[in-house]
DNA sequence: GCCAACGTTGGC
DNA sequence: GCCAACGTTGGC
């Protein structure tokens, strides 16, 4: 099982949002590298769930649903959807300062590459992120 | 609101 | 294929 993040907006879609549906397809990737993370994401993967510009804190978790398929929005065959179904949130909301202050951390790709939106957690990171969020 | 990082576009 | 101009993301 690999193990990812994915960043929303939360005034554009939130974690509440998606726990309301359950299941949901995560749309508008419109990055190659994002889109390729996606492909390469397998049923039963898991993955944070980020929320950028407001309150920039990881504040659930994620499980691949269904594989990526193409998007009907996207005007080319290059960009797909990913369907996650929501597991549970994080105790305690992770911010992206106390990512920050985490030496441990300090190579992980949502700082490392701040624009990238769906990108690769290792194992370590996971699991260090989790414990932080009270699981 | 500003700006750094970085992806995309288009002229050459 | 290079690169300047421009647009977008997202932190601060």
């Not at 106390?98 to 370590?124: F, G, H, N, W, Y």
Request: charged share 25%; net charge positive; proline share 5%.
């Amino acid at each position: 099982m690999k193990t990812w993040l994915v960043k929303s907006e939360p005034n554009v879609w939130s974690w509440d949002m998606h726990r309301e549906k359950g299941t949901a397809p995560w749309t508008d990737v419109r990055n190659y590298q994002a889109a390729n993370n996606m492909k390469a994401m397998k049923k039963g993967d898991r993955a944070f769930f980020y929320h950028s510009n407001i309150g920039r804190e990881v504040v659930g978790i994620l499980e691949v649903a269904k594989e990526a398929y193409p998007d009907p929005a996207a005007p080319s065959h290059h960009f797909v959807l990913v369907d996650f179904k929501t597991v549970k949130p994080l105790k305690k909301f992770v911010t992206l300062a106390q990512i920050k202050e985490t030496k441990a951390l300090a190579d992980i790709a949502l700082i490392r590459q701040s624009r990238l939106s769906v990108m690769p957690i290792t194992a370590k990171e996971w699991d260090i992120i989790c414990k932080m969020g009270g699981l």
